[in-house]
C-alpha cells in the first residue's frame, strides 16, 4: 500500500551540482506531476506527465528536467543547482481524467523531498 | 491564466467552532476543485473532490461547495477540534486546454485552540 515513494528525502547541495529526484507509484496511475512549494508561493507545478511517454512543461520549469521512464516512474533531474531551486519537492499521481465520479481524479502525493542548495 | 487565492491566510479559533475556508478562482472553466489537507513538514492528504457537475461534497464533519458561476468553493468545517490544525489548500483542474494542470492556492494555515 505504498501509494507514492519518493526519494530521497532530503539532500543537501552546492552550486552546480547536479542530482535527480526520483518519483515511483504503484496505483497504475495515468499522470504523474512533480511540483516545488515555497512559504508563500503555495505549490507551483515544474513539469507533468499526462501519459507514459509524454511530458509537459508546468509553471515554473526552467532549471529542471523531467524523464516519464515507464508508467511508474517519473524523475525531476536538475543539472545544475542553484540557491533559487532550494524548496521542497512534491511528485503526485492521478488515475485518469475521463473516469468521472470513480475517484480516480483525486490527486497522491508523495511526502515529498527537501532540497537545500548552498 | 488560471489564479487560485484563499482567504484569509491564516484563522484562529477556538476549539467546537464551526468555521468556512474560502478559495476563489479566476477561470470558471474548471474540471473539478480539490481540497487539501497539509500538516507540517508532511505531504499532502485529499480531502474532497467535487466535479465541475456538482455543487458539494460532504465527508464526516467537512463540506465542500462548489459554485463555478461566480469562481468560488468553501470549505466548511464542524465542530473544530485541535486535530484540525493544518494548512489546508484548494487546487482547480482546468478544463480549457486538456493540459492536466492543477494549480493551487496559497492555503489557509488554520489553529483550532484547545
Known amino acids: 500500500n505504498a501509494g507514492v515513494t519518493q526519494t530521497p528525502k532530503f539532500q543537501v547541495l552546492k552550486t552546480g551540482q547536479s542530482m535527480t529526484l526520483q518519483c515511483a507509484q504503484d496505483?497504475?496511475?495515468?499522470?504523474m506531476y512533480w511540483y516545488r512549494q515555497d512559504p508563500g508561493m503555495g505549490l507551483r507545478l515544474i513539469y507533468y506527465s499526462a501519459s507514459e511517454g509524454t511530458t509537459d512543461k508546468g509553471e515554473v520549469p526552467n532549471g529542471y528536467n523531467v524523464s516519464r521512464l515507464n508508467k511508474r516512474e517519473f524523475s525531476l533531474r536538475l543539472e545544475s543547482a542553484a540557491p533559487s531551486q532550494t524548496s521542497v519537492y512534491f511528485c503526485a499521481s492521478r488515475a485518469d481524467i475521463d473516469r468521472v465520479g470513480s475517484g480516480a481524479n483525486v490527486l497522491t502525493f508523495g511526502a515529498g523531498s527537501r532540497l537545500t542548495v548552498l | 491564466k488560471q489564479e487560485v487565492t484563499q482567504i484569509p491566510a491564516a484563522l484562529s479559533v477556538p476549539e467546537g467552532e464551526n468555521l468556512v475556508l474560502n478559495c476563489s478562482f479566476t477561470?470558471?472553466?474548471?474540471?473539478?476543485l480539490q481540497w487539501f489537507r497539509q500538516d507540517p513538514g508532511k505531504g499532502l492528504t485529499s480531502l474532497l473532490l467535487i466535479q465541475s457537475s456538482q455543487r458539494e461534497q460532504t465527508s464526516g464533519r467537512l463540506n465542500a461547495s462548489l459554485d463555478k458561476s461566480s469562481g468560488r468553493s468553501t470549505l466548511y468545517i464542524a465542530a473544530s477540534q485541535p486535530g484540525d490544525s493544518a494548512t489546508y489548500l484548494c487546487a482547480v483542474f482546468g478544463a480549457k486546454d486538456s493540459s492536466y494542470k492543477l494549480i493551487f492556492g496559497s492555503g489557509t494555515r488554520l489553529l483550532v485552540r484547545p
Open positions: 496505483m497504475n496511475h495515468n499522470s
Open positions: 477561470d470558471s472553466a474548471i474540471y473539478n
